[in-house]
């Protein structure tokens, strides 16, 4: 393990020495009392030993998270006192990787391998750094050197050929695998699960390939070896189909039909091997044959309604509906819903036979389950195309007629959250709990609601039923804990709502903390998977882990934190602009801040008690408990930076990527980045995305504003702007937006929220009016409820006392019962 | 409505459907876990959502319990019987749960069928375990008079909360997954 | 599905629950009962009952054992509320609750249930003498709370 010639620096004493193994033995075993005093027994003797101090460091940040810098100056002053030690890099390695800090941990363990190359145990580790940070050249080449040296061991074949297959290098990564089965004497018994999964994993490789053909010949070989029957299957349909085998790829689709018929794609591709995509007379023969040899499954059925129409749509529906009234289907609404979108026809023809069979029930009919949940869809059907005021009269009545049954208050709350009225929609979600407190799912609905209607506190009561709780029971920390990300995004909302930034903003953090766990996750199953075998799944973790930011759960607290230090920037720019005065706005009343600050306090001297305890087991102490540190961030628009680009780089599609840049657009521009900002604004303008107007009236507006701007940047920005859109100078940013924004662009609420943003960065005199005259729009269209307050909140801070009222007036006519609108 | 395998990509949504409807509750490792040991036994049930994706309204998680250490029904203390009865590879349903809102399409019997097939086919799992709350009726009827378990014995104070448990067992007989009638299927003459 | 379960169930009430049969109660009865009625439903066991119709509750029954004030009178059990929601009359609802309190009667050895029914609710009195009940005597001014105050039945089945 040592180099033979030791350095002088580096020698100890056998006593020393024998101490020295003691110590890596202490450690080993997780004794770190122990470890540390015998470190201080050999630092005694020889105060600048390199390898001690740099054990020492790491004992010590293993101990004790608050130890961890103390730790590390250690292990850096080992390094110092002993350059070429390879055991102080490996240490280092091991703190990085303790730390989860993979890029520095690969770094070290590179170096510590360097000094003693052929140490396997650290090329296996290094290798696993490598793979954790993506690096597949490396990552070859580690793995290779381990099967050289170790060519025994199963998992070590596996590990080189999804080195090689993520590399890209096919024919390499099917090679190994090769190798490896000549290798073996005898085939492995079938039993072998490890074995099945590894055949299977080279078949996937062929596949991965390109060579669809040699495919299936291999899957074919392989059919009655492997155990994943399921897989066999599925694959065989998918290669057929691509190679144009119809006949077989339909037998093997029906097989899968048969093994599993509620899984809509096999029907999809059993409709491309009958090559009747495009057929739908045939295609309702096959699903109405299809729905007779399956008469359990809704797939069949369900497909059939999205191509049928007219009049065999209407038999099929209405048959589709009964059988779901009938049985007391609470999801009869919900599973016909998708068909309203497409085609509104639908919508109506649906109307018409529910209101057919209600028609007939409430004439004769014996069963007041059927009647119940016809009244109940109609409630739904109402509320969806936003009649509420007959959604609830139907609702009402159904709740005469069962004032038991949970699911009729949660669509009543529906309706009243759909309509505006939030608190009437939390103070009925809650009598819903009432009557099934044991139930989760309507605990998880009524704390929604509550935090929707602003009420917090009593949300945190409620959720706290079913948490692990703190001393004073709440349930907060453990939903942190749970990665309850729901709990995260909707608590931060409220908190936004309400003004309070600094909270919002950390739980948007705490989002992003969760993933950064999602993410550290996967480095156990590096070596765990080889082990295991089970290579196909690990994969698919692998391409997930990649475009784990692009996930909309992360992008949506990622875009919550964002627009935070974007307002955040903005009002200190503005503080600047007015005088120099500016504070951290948090959106709190005086005697709500002095609240907090007495809370604080209680809480500050709380902490002091608590500390002994928490110095033993090791809890960290929340240093911001109200995100003010968070609010004062020195460089918001860097920290929205570095939110937001992982949601670029790690899109799930290529469409999503350029969608993102507009907040980075928004981001750049206020950098002065103009032409990043345009990168983003010209991939859009491609893909035909909505918001280019506005970007291009925000960068226009904060480069005129920029007085620093280079001549050169200048020119290229107007070059490029004007190559986009060829009258984009013409006239003054606020001409020419009010020119791309005309009366008729405002058919839905997003270009009105596009314009009043891009408004109001532009300036000008008629600011304040522009905004509230396009902001009016958003009364008389077809939007949301939460659109239409939001509209609201715009023209009270940019109208007069009239246009508030004004807006109300006209806003209340559709939304009478939204609180919010009542004058 | 869609029954299908379950991906590393649904595990944070089996992850919310488990927090939204459960009182037990686990950590995305614990998922990845199960995904990346036994990725064939674990099911999801999906809707469309508006913006063309999945939303996860059930799920089925289940592992194969292949240490004879760790059996998952220990036999009770004085049946010596069953106690020097040989390990046999079994499967374990770790957590099922459908939204209350998708109850009564008959989603978590599908579920579980769809797992307790793989068992079998991919880790010769002889028979199947599971617990369930003793105040679960609904639950114990599915188990016991649909899916056909039995109960093996209570577990006393098996949940955090102090509720006891039943152990239920499925033992496997083998079912023949042939292939359908092959009628043809674009034939229109014998409908009727 | 296999297996098909019966319509009809019977469940605890529980706290998690109670809400349910506070619900029943309200829709069904002509007057309203205390909360501390309602806790006390909590300790009486089997006595209080829900009973549910293709898994949603629609009936409810909640007894008192009734011991005796001097020792020539038998031990009874008297049914305090059994409600059954107006569309969900006819299937058998009620019949299974009274069945189920008199499983327990037999399991304790008592003979004797009793219920007091408003004099004005026909139909009431109609579907207990169907389950052989004998009307007794009318207790005039019974439901004070009731305006204008009400009259019951008392009636009793003996086995």
């Known amino acids: 393990m040592f180099n033979t010639s030791i350095p002088k620096n580096r020698h100890l004493s056998s006593k020393d020495a024998e101490n020295f193994r003691e110590l890596l033995k202490f450690y080993e075993n997780k004794e770190y009392k122990k470890a540390l005093k015998i470190a201080n027994v050999i630092l005694k003797s020889r105060p600048t030993h390199g390898e001690t101090l740099a054990l020492k460091g790491l004992v010590i940040s293993s101990m004790d998270k608050k130890q961890v810098d103390e730790g590390y100056a250690l292990i850096k002053q080992g390094m110092v006192n002993d350059e070429f030690s390879y055991v102080i890099w490996h240490v280092c390695s091991i703190f990085h990787r303790n730390a989860k800090n993979y890029e520095e941990a690969e770094k070290s363990y590179a170096k510590a391998l360097q000094l003693d190359p052929e140490n396997m145990n650290v090329v296996r580790d290094l290798s696993l750094m490598q793979m954790q940070n993506r690096r597949f050249d490396g990552l070859v080449a580690s793995r290779s050197k381990l099967l050289t040296k170790q060519p025994g061991f199963r998992q070590n074949w596996t590990a080189l050929a999804i080195a090689q297959h993520l590399r890209g290098d096919f024919a390499a990564a099917e090679n190994t695998l090769n190798m490896f089965e000549e290798a073996l004497k005898e085939p492995l018994p079938k039993e072998d699960n490890e074995n099945s999964e590894l055949m299977l994993y080279k078949n996937q490789i062929i596949y991965d390939s390109g060579d669809v053909q040699r495919a299936l010949e291999h899957l074919d070989f392989i059919a009655d070896k492997v155990l994943d029957t399921l897989w066999v299957y599925e694959a065989r349909a998918k290669y057929l189909l691509e190679l144009g085998k119809l006949k077989d790829a339909e037998k093997v689709y029906r097989i899968l039909i048969k093994r599993n018929p509620e899984f809509c794609d096999y029907y999809y591709q059993l409709e491309r091997a009958l090559q009747i995509e495009?057929?739908?007379?045939?295609?309702?023969?096959?699903?109405?044959?299809?729905?007779?040899?399956?008469?359990?499954?809704?797939?069949?059925?369900?497909?059939?309604?999205?191509?049928?129409?007219?009049?065999?749509?209407?038999?099929?529906?209405?048959?589709?509906?009964?059988?779901?009234?009938?049985?007391?289907?609470?999801?009869?609404?919900?599973?016909?819903?998708?068909?309203?979108?497409?085609?509104?026809?639908?919508?109506?023809?649906?109307?018409?036979?529910?209101?057919?069979?209600?028609?007939?029930?409430?004439?004769?009919?014996?069963?007041?389950?059927?009647?119940?949940?016809?009244?109940?869809?109609?409630?739904?059907?109402?509320?969806?195309?936003?009649?509420?005021?007959?959604?609830?009269?139907?609702?009402?009545?159904?709740?005469?007629?069962?004032?038991?049954?949970?699911?009729?208050?949660?669509?009543?709350?529906?309706?009243?959250?759909?309509?505006?009225?939030?608190?009437?929609?939390?103070?009925?979600?809650?009598?819903?709990?009432?009557?099934?407190?044991?139930?989760?799912?309507?605990?998880?609905?009524?704390?929604?609601?509550?935090?929707?209607?602003?009420?917090?506190?009593?949300?945190?009561?409620?959720?706290?039923?079913?948490?692990?709780?703190?001393?004073?029971?709440?349930?907060?920390?453990?939903?942190?804990?749970?990665?309850?990300?729901?709990?995260?995004?909707?608590?931060?909302?409220?908190?936004?709502?309400?003004?309070?930034?600094?909270?919002?903003?950390?739980?948007?953090?705490?989002?992003?903390?969760?993933?950064?766990?999602?993410?550290?996750?996967?480095?156990?199953?590096?070596?765990?998977?080889?082990?295991?075998?089970?290579?196909?799944?690990?994969?698919?973790?692998?391409?997930?882990?990649?475009?784990?930011?692009?996930?909309?759960?992360?992008?949506?607290?990622?875009?919550?934190?964002?627009?935070?230090?974007?307002?955040?920037?903005?009002?200190?720019?503005?503080g600047q602009a007015n005088g120099g005065v500016s504070s951290v706005d948090d959106g709190l009343t005086p005697e709500e801040r002095k609240k907090l600050v007495r809370k604080a306090k209680k809480e500050k001297s709380k902490e002091l008690k608590k500390e002994m305890e928490q110095l033993e087991s090791k809890e960290i102490v929340d240093e911001d408990p109200f995100g003010h540190k968070l609010l004062a961030a020195k460089d918001p628009l860097e920290q929205a930076l570095k939110l937001w680009k992982p949601v670029q780089t790690e899109a799930l599609s290529a469409a999503d990527a350029v969608d993102a840049g507009k907040l980075a657009c928004e981001i750049f521009a206020r950098q002065g980045k103009y032409l990043l900002a345009m990168q983003a604004i010209n991939k859009a303008s491609a893909a035909g995305l909505d918001w280019v107007y506005e970007e291009v009236a925000k960068v226009r507006a904060f480069s005129e504003a920029d007085e620093a701007i280079a001549p050169t940047i200048k020119i290229v920005l107007t070059r490029s702007l004007t190559n986009l859109i060829a009258d984009a100078f013409e006239g003054t940013v606020v001409e020419w937006l009010n020119r791309h924004f005309g009366d008729d662009t405002f058919d839905t609420a997003e270009p009105v929220f596009n314009y009043v943003s891009a408004r109001q960065v532009c300036g000008g005199e008629e600011k304040a009016r522009d905004i509230v005259k396009v902001s009016f729009k958003l009364a008389r269209l077809n939007c949301t409820a939460n659109e239409v307050i939001r509209g609201l909140r715009i023209v009270e801070q940019w109208g007069c006392a009239e246009d508030v009222a004004e807006y109300k007036k006209l806003a209340s006519e559709k939304w009478s019962l939204a609180t919010a609108l009542q004058v | 409505m869609n029954i299908r395998q379950a991906r590393t990509e649904d595990l944070l949504g089996m992850q919310n459907c488990n927090l939204s409807n459960l009182p037990e509750n686990y950590v995305l490792k614990f998922y990845l876990y199960h995904a990346l040991s036994w990725p064939q036994l674990s099911y999801v049930a999906t809707v469309p959502t508006d913006d063309g994706g999945e939303k996860i309204v059930g799920y089925v998680m289940a592992k194969m319990e292949d240490d004879p250490a760790n059996n998952a029904i220990q036999p009770d203390e004085n049946d010596e019987a069953a106690k020097n009865e040989p390990f046999v590879p079994h499967g374990h349903i770790t957590s099922v749960s459908v939204m209350r809102t998708y109850r009564r399409m008959g989603l978590a019997a599908k579920l579980m069928r769809q797992s307790m097939r793989a068992m079998t086919e991919c880790f010769g799992a002889k028979y199947v375990s599971l617990h369930v709350r003793e105040s679960n009726k609904a639950a114990l009827h599915l188990y016991r008079d649909s899916l056909k378990y039995e109960v093996m014995k209570v577990e006393k104070k098996y949940y955090m909360d102090g509720e006891d448990a039943y152990a239920m067992k499925k033992v496997f007989v083998h079912e023949d997954m042939a292939e359908d009638d092959g009628q043809d299927l674009l034939a229109e003459s014998d409908e009727e | 599905m296999s297996g098909k379960r019966a319509r009809i169930q019977l469940d605890n009430v529980n706290a998690n629950n109670l809400g349910v049969l506070r619900t029943i109660n309200n829709a069904v009865l002509p007057l309203p009962y205390a909360e501390s009625w309602y806790e006390e439903s909590l300790t009486i066991g089997e006595l209080a009952k829900l009973a549910y119709f293709d898994e949603i509750p629609v009936g409810a029954a909640r007894c008192a054992l009734k011991t005796p004030t001097s020792r020539t009178m038998p031990t009874s059990i008297y049914i305090m509320t059994l409600a059954v929601l107006d569309p969900y009359r006819g299937f058998g609802i009620g019949k299974r609750l009274l069945k189920h309190i008199i499983e327990q009667a037999q399991g304790m050895y008592v003979h004797e249930i009793s219920v007091h029914v408003w004099d004005k609710n026909e139909t009431a009195i109609q579907w207990y003498e169907a389950q052989g009940f004998e009307k007794l005597n009318l207790v005039n001014g019974y439901y004070q709370r009731m305006v204008p105050v009400g009259n019951a039945f008392f009636m009793k089945l003996s086995m």
């Open chain 1, 278 to 574: 495009d057929n739908n007379n045939l295609k309702a023969i096959m699903y109405r044959r299809l729905s007779k040899m399956y008469p359990k499954s809704d797939a069949p059925r369900s497909i059939a309604l999205k191509f049928l129409t007219g009049d065999a749509f209407a038999k099929v529906v209405s048959e589709y509906l009964k059988s779901f009234f009938v049985r007391g289907v609470p999801s009869a609404f919900v599973n016909v819903k998708g068909l309203f979108k497409a085609d509104s026809e639908k919508a109506a023809i649906i109307e018409r036979v529910v209101l057919e069979y209600y028609a007939e029930l409430k004439k004769e009919s014996d069963s007041p389950i059927t009647l119940l949940w016809v009244i109940y869809f109609l409630a739904q059907f109402n509320s969806h195309v936003q009649k509420f005021d007959a959604a609830l009269e139907y609702i009402n009545k159904a709740i005469e007629h069962t004032p038991t049954l949970v699911e009729l208050y949660m669509t009543k709350a529906r309706i009243y959250k759909r309509a505006g009225d939030y608190a009437q929609a939390a103070a009925v979600m809650q009598e819903a709990r009432a009557l099934d407190l044991q139930d989760r799912f309507v605990n998880t609905k009524a704390v929604k609601y509550l935090l929707r209607a602003g009420d917090i506190d009593t949300a945190v009561e409620v959720v706290s039923l079913f948490t692990k709780n703190d001393n004073e029971g709440k349930g907060v920390a453990d939903l942190h804990d749970m990665q309850g990300l729901w709990f995260l995004k909707e608590q931060a909302d409220a908190y936004n709502n309400a003004g309070n930034k600094g909270m919002a903003l950390k739980r948007f953090h705490a989002i992003e903390e969760v993933f950064k766990e999602f993410h550290d996750d996967q480095f156990d199953f590096h070596f765990y998977c080889t082990r295991k075998g089970t290579i196909r799944a690990y994969l698919d973790m692998v391409h997930w882990e990649d475009k784990l930011h692009g996930l909309k759960h992360y992008k949506r607290a990622a875009r919550g934190a964002v627009e935070i230090y974007l307002s955040l920037y903005d009002q200190e720019k503005n």
